[in-house]
């Protein structure tokens, strides 16, 4: 699928409790593409409009 929109996320230390209800409304706008920079872990939080750079907060600001 062609996105048109893409959202960018840098997020690092800890999912909050709300991640998973996050990572449902990912999976619910499959028109949009999600680009995820973290050091979480994703076990169980993939969508196929999200894409997982795993990456430390140090390595991050080098890439940017």
Known sequence: MNHSIAVVIPYFGQWDEWAPLFFETVRRNATI?????????????????????????AEYVAMV
């Open 33 to 57: 593409q999600f680009l995820a920079f973290t050091d979480c872990d994703m076990a169980g939080l993939g969508a196929p409009n999200l894409c997982v750079s795993p990456m430390s907060f």
